[in-house]
């Protein structure tokens, strides 16, 4: 199985700075990720596929960018309602995996 | 609006069996995979099965094979899992989730329920 790895694990930040979260495959897996938000007690939202383009919806703040093994998921300027755990997941192959999470806490 | 409501879920005993369901609405059930994915306390997400908008396919993942069945009625818009021989290792808050499309291949899940818990305890 294709192995995700997310960094941080816990993030700490303010209130209008810019985050930015990473997530590395196993494997070359060309532009097959996807990030999720997962806030408290609710269940996961798209945010993100493919990489880069952003889910209808979702304010742009948010995007994604990298190819291969290396991934980021970035916040523009943090708001409140971001606290949230975000998880990335590879898309590229049986059985779809997701790491670890990234907890954000503001 | 997509809504995927779950339910099913319950407290067994290992050995045991739950069959969970998951109600779709506002969107054309039969166009669409659909997934079970879920989540223990304090772990990442999980897939566990996944069905074809058809239904003609099926897939599962090594910890559940041969114990859970993945299926669908079309019909009555509504998904379904079979869950036997229950293990401890299977308690988690288990999601329904709607694929963006409608093959065995298609992992990008769109649009989540709000899970259904299952605690599998003596």
């Known amino acids: 199985d294709i192995q995700m790895t997310q960094s941080p694990s816990s993030l700490s930040a303010s209130v209008g700075d810019r985050v930015t979260i990473t997530c590395r495959a196993s494997?070359?897996?060309?532009?097959?990720v996807n990030w999720y938000q997962q806030k408290a007690g609710k269940a996961p939202k798209l945010l993100i596929y493919t990489a880069s383009s952003l889910q209808s919806g979702v304010p742009a703040r948010f995007s994604g960018s990298g190819s291969g093994t290396d991934f980021t998921l970035a916040i523009s300027s943090l708001q409140p309602e971001d606290l949230a755990t975000y998880y990335c997941q590879q898309s590229y192959g049986a059985p779809d995996t997701f790491g670890q999470g990234t907890k954000l806490e503001i | 609006e997509v809504q995927l409501l779950e339910s099913g879920g319950g407290l067994v005993q290992p050995g045991g069996s739950l069959r969970l369901s998951c109600a779709a609405s506002?969107?054309?059930?039969?166009?669409?995979?659909m997934s079970w994915v879920r989540q223990a306390p304090g772990k990442r997400l999980e897939w566990v099965s996944m069905?074809?908008?058809?239904?003609?396919?099926?897939a599962y993942a090594d910890s559940v094979e041969g114990r859970f069945t993945i299926s669908r009625d079309n019909s009555k818009n509504t998904l379904y899992l079979q869950m036997n021989s229950l293990r401890a290792e299977d308690t988690a808050l288990y999601y329904c989730?709607?694929?963006?499309?409608?093959?065995?291949?298609?992992?990008?899940?769109?649009?989540w329920g709000q899970g259904t818990l299952v605690t599998v305890s003596p």
């Open positions: 494997q070359n897996i060309n532009k097959y």
């Open positions: 069905i074809t908008g058809s239904g003609s396919s099926t």
């Open positions: 989730a709607k694929a963006d499309c409608g093959s065995i291949s298609c992992y990008t899940r769109d649009h």
């Open positions: 506002g969107f054309t059930f039969s166009i669409y995979a």
